[in-house]
């Protein structure tokens, strides 16, 4: 079974600091998602990586998959208190690419 | 974009009752939707793979006939929590693939089930 890991597992930050997330695994992904999940409520797709090396940008958020697909990280630019919530990176599991399976998570506090 | 509906969002029951939980794509045909458990602060774990026509896939250490799941439409997953109990209070979340078998095809989910036994 394919396992991710995150780091930090918290973070808290002020307002305009940047940070980074990672998520690490051992093993070959053949995609990788990030989510961001607000309390009560689902994770919301925030981009999908399939591509060793790729980068992508989603205004403040850069993402990065590994050269290898083994790993990943996200970088927040001027956090805002709006960033706040629980980021989840998902990997797709096997030669279907249906099961997707979950790292811990970062928990992100951004105070004002 | 993709919506996946589900329902209730919130349920209280008594120890030893069933819930049914209800999970619809709306603007798409899901064969395969799935069904995950999150404890507060952490992450999702998912639970089983739910198949349209067909038994549904458990992952290992979850009891198939404490969590009975049917898939009995392209649209439509239920997860029936069998004689729940307090321990079985937790947030539940389904989801669904637009496209089966693409591996950039994202997962959409639905907002969630908030299940307290008393």
């Known amino acids: 079974t394919q396992l991710l890991e995150q780091s930090p597992q918290f973070l808290s930050i002020q307002e305009g600091e940047n940070l980074t997330v990672y998520c690490n695994s051992s093993?070959?992904?053949?995609?990788l998602q990030w989510y961001r999940q607000e309390p009560g409520e689902g994770p919301v797709l925030l981009v999908t990586?399939?591509?060793?090396?790729e980068v992508k940008k989603l205004k403040r958020l850069t993402f990065q998959f590994g050269d290898a697909r083994k790993d990943s990280s996200l970088h927040i630019t001027a956090a805002q208190p709006g960033d706040t919530g629980l980021y989840l990176c998902?990997?797709?599991?096997?030669?279907?690419?249906?099961?997707?399976?979950f790292g811990p998570g970062t928990s992100l506090s951004v105070i004002p | 974009g993709a919506v996946v509906s589900q329902h209730p969002s919130r349920v209280i029951c008594k120890s030893g009752t069933s819930v049914k939980i209800e999970c619809r794509s709306l603007d798409f045909q899901a064969t395969t939707m799935f069904w995950y458990r999150q404890f507060p602060k952490q992450s999702l774990m998912l639970m089983a793979t739910?198949?349209?026509?067909?038994?549904?896939?458990?992952e290992q250490g979850v009891e198939k006939d404490k969590f009975l799941i049917n898939h009995a439409s392209l649209t439509l997953s239920t997860l029936t929590v069998t004689s729940a109990h307090p321990e079985d209070s937790s947030f539940y979340i389904c989801?669904?693939?637009?496209?089966?078998?693409?591996?950039?095809?994202?997962?959409?989910f639905g907002n969630g089930t908030r299940l307290t036994v008393t």
């Open positions: 739910s198949n349209e026509g067909s038994k549904a896939t458990y």
């Open positions: 093993s070959v992904f053949s995609s």
């Open positions: 989801s669904a693939k637009t496209h089966r078998g693409f591996r950039n095809s994202p997962l959409h």
């Open positions: 998902a990997g797709a599991q096997g030669t279907s690419y249906d099961k997707v399976i």
């Open positions: 990586v399939v591509t060793g090396g």
